[in-house]
């Protein structure tokens, strides 16, 4: 199936949810397809890679809204924050440090989320649920940051939604209203737990080959 089909299925299942579509390891011609298709929102996990395929689209759509999803290291926070519209992983007090010296010297402010990490896996980025609202404290009043969301990725292999009903309850209670969660597999159910923002590779692009 087409990009641009594929596009036109998904759409009547988003009700009032935006869509990032996930391009990472996709060809930049995958993406002048959703492009075509009228899609502009993506999202990358990789600074670099994000770097190399959409300046140059940038150059033909103007209003592109790129989404960083991947971790990000301290030093390439100030290519990280000229290049995209929002930062979805900010996760430790490093990075938001980072981040505000970042835009001070740029004079851009991507938005930011704040990532959260709702199954408290040991391995996994993010803040812990617990910690975040403190966290944001130390964004907002520390860095001077302006914090709008929270993103999650739930446990690999459990029932999603109670990781989902947890996030956004947390959002509520933050007063944040963006609320990025949902992936191919389980994003009608994050749009039934309230999410705002779903992100999508797979079943926009296809399966993704490993990378190199
Ligand atoms: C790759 C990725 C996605 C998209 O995953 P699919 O299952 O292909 O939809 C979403 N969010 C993050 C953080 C990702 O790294």
Known sequence: MSIALRLAALRPKLGQATLIA????HPLESVR???????RVFGENRVQEALKKFVPLRQD???????????????????????????QTLDRPALAE???????????RPRLYIEVNIGQEPQKAGVGPDETEAFLSLCRNTYALSVSGLMCIPPLGKEPRS????LKALANHLALS????????????????GATEVRLGTALFGHRSPRA
């Open 22 to 25: 996930v391009s990472k390891t």
């Open 33 to 39: 397809e959703a492009l075509n298709a009228g899609q």
């Open 61 to 87: 759509f103007d209003d592109i809204e790129l989404h960083l999803i991947g971790p990000l290291q301290t030093n390439k926070a100030q290519t990280a924050v000229e290049l995209f519209d929002v930062i």
């Open 98 to 108: 980072a981040l505000a010296k970042a835009s001070a010297k740029s004079g851009k």
């Open 163 to 166: 990781y989902f009903e947890a």
């Open 178 to 193: 963006h609320i990025s969660m949902g992936m191919s597999a389980d994003f009608e159910t994050a749009i039934a737990c």
